[in-house]
């Protein structure tokens, strides 16, 4: 078992939940307008349907493994791809971090719950970015790859939520901070750029 295969992969987690993206944001946003309980129930959604696409994962790539190891290489070469385009989004992207609370409606928690679920598991690009980010960070030789995966995706589901709660608890330093360091976003968005490279570059080496 390679644990530094591990450390890597929460320390990119950690990285990618950190930086500013429409969840995080949308934590951020539930916090300042509704309350911390409100955003905290949203984070337990989001997180509840990385679930769902960790098992899809998991069962789905596991078998490709057993099939094909020249098809799941190639899986791999294109999930390094796809983190270097999402790297060149990043950098085409502004500088700027919108945190906009004047048009976010008041929900019961039920509603963000179930919001924050679906947000997650009926988005496309969080399947996608699974396939290219979880592949290459498999850290046995004997482990099953379906307990594997499903290491890796309670892994980043404890990260995520962990960072997305505090951002939750800590949201209006959060927002007063962004807003009087302009420079902040320069530097969330640099962050998120050599995390995907330096995926790509560790998946194809």
Sequence with gaps: MNYDTLLLFISATAALAISPGPDNIYVLVQSLTNSRN???????????????????????????????????????????IYLLYLAYKVY??????????????????KQLF????????????????FLAFFPAFLFSDTLNTVIQFYVLGGLFILVSFIIFSAIALMAGFIKEYTLSHKNSGVVFKWLQIIVFIGIAIFILV
């Design 92 to 109: 085409k992207s502004g500088n700027t971090i919108s945190i906009d609370t004047d048009n976010a409606p008041k929900k019961s928690l």
């Design 114 to 129: 179930i919001q924050g679920f679906f947000m997650n598991v009926l988005n496309p690009k969080v399947t996608i970015f």
């Design 38 to 80: 409100h955003a905290l129930v949203t984070v337990v959604g989001l997180m509840t349907g990385c679930i769902i696409h960790t098992t899809l994962l998991a069962f789905g790539i596991s078998a490709i493994i057993k099939a094909n190891k020249h098809l799941f290489f190639g899986i791999k070469i294109l999930g390094a």
